[in-house]
């Protein structure tokens, strides 16, 4: 009896004693597991061993040194497209400037210190009706409208005349003038003004004083029919 006793006990201790060291072998491999450097398992390990804490200044290292690259890359660029401006030529263009229009000045007065002075010369030039004029066929009782009369002198007081109907008929001719004692300007035709129809207008005689404006008044009659009429004229713009 004790020496069967005796047997079971030492199957107990070594029972015992081996439990003991498979528990250490065991803690041991778990530990040797889960425990190794978690920058190196991580890459190896499955995922159920993602837990092991993440190294955070190695990632900022590293986003840093990313930023680094991206900022080289782009200072690159710059100094490129610095490099294309300083090769344009560029030409600023001058600014545009609107300027209001010309008025019209108008035909130029007629020199009054010339005329108080009875001065032919200063006649020479052109000068136009500055209003109607009408003729009325003497035997048709046709009439015609003179918007065109135009006459020019040269520094002696001698011209021609044209006038145009707006009929489209003309007339011309060549007349005379000259100062008179009381300073009046007398332009005369020599003859009946022969006209593109085949008629002619009766021989004019003019009588003109200046006027404040610059213009001339000129009582223009026709001595073989016995008909006159105040007439504007002024100096032709050219």
Known sequence: ???????????GRFLTIFGAFLLVGLTAFLAAILLPACGVWNRVAPSWFAWCPINAQAQVE????????????????????????????????PPVIELPPLK?????????????????ASLEGCWELDS??????????EQSTYKTWRICFDTQGNGEEEMRADNGNTCS???????????????EEPAN????????????????????????????????????????FRRATR
């Open 1 to 11: 009896m004790d020496a069967k006793g005796d047997n079971s006990n030492s199957m």
């Open 62 to 93: 590293t986003r840093l040194a990313a930023l680094e690259v991206e900022a080289l890359d782009l200072r690159t660029r710059i100094a490129a497209r610095e490099r294309e401006l300083a090769l344009m030529q560029c030409t600023p263009k």
């Open 104 to 120: 019209d000045p108008g035909p130029p007065p007629i020199d009054r210190e010339a005329w108080t002075e009875r001065d032919i």
């Open 132 to 141: 109607n004029f009408s003729t009325t066929h003497r035997d048709t009782g």
């Open 173 to 187: 001719g060549i007349v005379r003038s000259q100062f008179n004692a009381r300073g009046v300007l007398e332009i």
């Open 193 to 232: 003004l022969r006209c593109s129809d085949g008629g002619f207008i009766y021989r004019l005689s003019s009588r003109c004083t200046l006027k404040g404006d610059g213009t001339a008044a000129c009582e223009v009659s026709q001595p073989e029919v016995g008909r006159s009429a105040i007439l504007n």
